[in-house]
């Protein structure tokens, strides 16, 4: 175990090192040594996968393995490793990373296979999973943070990889800088851990946390909690997530979907014994969650570009885990960030395989009825969307149904209310996704319509490998639910936290609240996905299924006057942009144009000035000398008289 | 007047004006050199004065004056030699034209 945990982030970087330096020379095989070296990696991190859960192979009985390589930064009082540490959380971040990664990888064969810049793209691909490897098996807080800022720089990266593009370019900017709002608050996080404890080390900080002054165990929650918010886009810097998807649709899907966007998920579940300590940031933590939940299935709701609807569906889970973070459900979040990461990487690839089909295209009022012409996309896509709609026995409805039942149970009824609404609107939007493309008459550009065609197997079988756990991870994991594998797995996690909140874990009373609470959300979904299927169509002959889509309706009910400013700030996405635009371009435009104003006048006036007094007076001074003997022996003659002058003077007074 | 320590400084004092003047309007620097052994006169006359008419001064104006001469002649030495080196380079006696330090 010594050397097959730092092998995992060491192949991805040994990948990424050797692409970027010579993938130009290898032309057209230039993804093979990236993919290979993924694959690679996938294999140790499974062998390590299933040492860390089973406590065989080296691991401990209780708790995790570490590895300390070297000490990174020996200064004086001032100490971090170079280490790693694995345990049943690490794992199971380890299992979506890696898996979906390698898929992802495989993908990108396909999806890239015409693109001059590929061996760039997979370089970049495998800086990612180095940096993301890096955060989850970090052992100590400045190695999190390292790797939490190199996601970023692949996440930028990869965001702006076509370049040329002006609306790329913005947008990987604009995640960028986003990011940085929350991440200047994990750092300021991390040096007060810093100043509190005197150590960085993940077990060390959270074994003496209990001993911090309470308003400082609040602050630290606090800021490590800015990090998570930008990173996983949560309200108020949820912005970035949407324009993020001008990027590569496999960047979608593995960076913005399934990873790094659940990075600010597994810090707080990390970091379950500090935001355990303050229980007051639990509860901003469950409001924003939910929050960000609603407000994204809202801007969903209207929204025609298929992987911005799947960029706010994103958002909306994200702050489905984090409601479930605070509410103090800690396993149930890690749950859904596994069964999300599956089927909305699932999800993501399977839009890509549809732009892909109709050349480019993701407006999706120019598509409708591609489920005969692609059909396995059809059916994955079908699948993902029945994952994350929470129909049972489908991952998503696992995960789903314990979050609420968390919410609910935990005494959050708030929380549970608009979760409980969310996860209608959830799968209304998904429904509408689905008969807006694959169902109903073709919209498409007659042009392009004689060249649909189904993807490459490189790019399909990635769909199909992601629907088995779609389908099967909820049962497989979850079931019976709350005492499933996973909860056993990640039981010593969280065990002190939970016992420490003074929360006694209800078991799980089929046949009572939980059942209820899971019958009544699963009718919710099911009249969502009717009230969908009448208003933009379906087609299953097999389950006799058929209606025609009726946009007039559509436009009806949107331009009733209730509804109509709703669907209005819907579609602008709450002017959220906008405001942003305000604050920061406009009123932050002309901050800096007055601050820019008084650096060139008076700033640089005063230096500037004093340069030019000098000169000048060097200049004048300079005439002084003439280079002539008798001029100089005058001065000498007049500084002689005028001493014997005031010689006379003083000796006469 | 005459046989007073007044008329001996007026002299001197005059002969000190015309040396300086002269060091200051003449333009060769052989002139110059002689304007200071004027100007040095004059001061050695100033001494030898105040020695003759002061009693308490008269071995000490004697030794200083004496030290002005070997001290003029030194001067006067070094003086030369540096004109001469200058006069070689410059093929010039003319102060105005040593002007190569200027910029």
Redesign the interface.
Known sequence: MNFLIPLIPALPLAGFVITGLLGRQMGHDSHRLAVGAVVASWLVAMVVVTGALTHSLGFPVAGGFGVTLWNWIPATGFQADMGFYVDTLTACLLIVVTTIGMLVHVYSIGYMAHDDGKWRFFAYLNLFMFSMLILVLADNLLLVFAGWELVGLSSYLLIGFWYPRRSAAEAAKKAFLVNRVGDMGFALGIMAVWTQLGTLNLQKVFGAFGGVPHEWQIAIALLIFCGAVGKSAQFPLHVWLPDAMEGPTPVSALIHAATMVNAGVYLVARCNPIFGAAPEVMTVVAAIGIFTAILAASIAFTQTDIKRVLAYSTLSQLGYMFASLGVGAWTAAIFHLMSHGFFKGLLFLGSGSVIHAVDGEQDMRKMGGLAKKIPITYVTMLIGSVAIAGVPPLAGFFSKDEILGGAFKNGFLWVWAIGFAVAGMTAFYMFRLMGMTFWGESRVDPEKEHHIHESPPTMTRPLILLAIPAVFLGMLIGFPPESGLLHQWLAPVFEHTIAASGRTEAAYTFFGIDGALAILTTGLVAAAIVLAWRLFGVNMPALGLRAEPRPDQVREISARPALAALYRGSSNKWWFDDLNNLLFVVWGGKLAAAAFWFDRTVIDGTVNGIGVVTTGAGTALRRVQTGRVQNYALGIAFGLIAMAIGYILIAVR | MSNSLDSYLVLSGLLFAIG?FG???R?NAIS?LMSIELMLNAVNLTILAFGAFIAPLKTHAAVIALIVIAVAAAEATVGLAIIIAIYRNKKTPL??E??S??D
Do not use: E, G, I, P
């Open positions: 300086t060091f200051l309007a333009r110059m102060v105005d040593y002007d330090m200027k």
